[in-house]
């Protein structure tokens, strides 16, 4: 069975500091996908990662993917209220498996 | 160009009832994929529909069901609501089955059984 951990569970903090989020499993991932969600909207998505090792950068966000393709680290530099958001991470075992989520990081960024 | 869209938005079912949510994929995407998300926690995966058929299916029982339409549309119906049913149920799309390059989502329909 696919499971997904994300870590924290919760993050609070203030405005102008560095944050990582964490996704780890057990299983192998084809690829691993991150999104935010804001209360009561579908989730974003943010970016896909494919690659073993692979890093992407989208602004202050910085994506890693694990060299064994089973976790994956979303780092925010200088996070603004902008970022408050639920991030989930979400992966597929294959191309055409079926996408399973993590709980979720529960992100709040204090003025 | 128009993303999912997902109606009700908003519903009140009594339990033992049915409900029908439906769904109109991205424009140009073919695969549409059912999700209940409890608060606070990620979202669950029911089932996906591609080329009218149920091709993959989560832990989910039979009370939920749905049909996909030749115009790609989808309905995930749910019978015998129970009160554990109410969450919000998320559609995303995406181009061909799997998905493993990122969903669109639909901003859901929040479902709450009294």
């Known amino acids: 069975t696919q499971l997904l951990e994300q870590s924290p569970q919760f993050l609070s903090i203030q405005e102008g500091e560095n944050l990582t989020v964490y996704c780890n499993s057990s299983?192998?991932?084809?690829?691993l996908q991150w999104y935010r969600q804001e209360p009561g909207e579908g989730p974003v998505l943010l970016v896909t990662?494919?690659?073993?090792?692979e890093v992407k950068k989208l602004k202050r966000l910085t994506f890693q993917f694990g060299d064994a393709r089973k976790d994956s680290s979303l780092h925010i530099t200088a996070a603004q209220p902008g970022d408050t958001g639920l991030y989930l991470c979400?992966?597929?075992?294959?191309?055409?498996?079926?996408?399973?989520f993590g709980p979720g990081t529960s992100l709040s960024v204090i003025p | 160009d128009a993303g999912v869209t997902q109606s009700p938005t908003h519903l009140i079912k009594t339990r033992g009832q049915q409900v029908t949510l439906r769904c109109s994929p991205k424009?140009?995407?073919?695969?549409v994929s059912w999700y209940q998300q409890a608060l606070g926690q990620g979202p669950q995966f029911i089932f996906q529909?591609?080329?009218?058929?149920?091709?993959q299916r989560g832990n989910f029982p039979d009370r939920f069901s749905g049909h996909q339409f030749p115009n790609y549309s989808s309905e995930l119906n749910v019978n015998a609501l129970l009160l554990g049913d109410s969450a919000l149920y998320l559609c995303?799309?995406?181009?061909?089955?799997?998905?493993?390059?990122?969903?669109?989502f639909g901003s859901g329909t929040r479902l709450t059984v009294v």
């Open positions: 424009s140009g995407h073919d695969t």
């Open positions: 529909y591609y080329e009218e058929e149920e091709r």
């Open positions: 990662v494919v690659t073993g090792g």
């Open positions: 979400a992966g597929a075992e294959t191309s055409y498996d079926k996408v399973i």
């Open positions: 299983s192998v991932f084809s690829s």
């Open positions: 995303a799309s995406s181009l061909r089955t799997g998905g493993s390059y990122g969903y669109t």
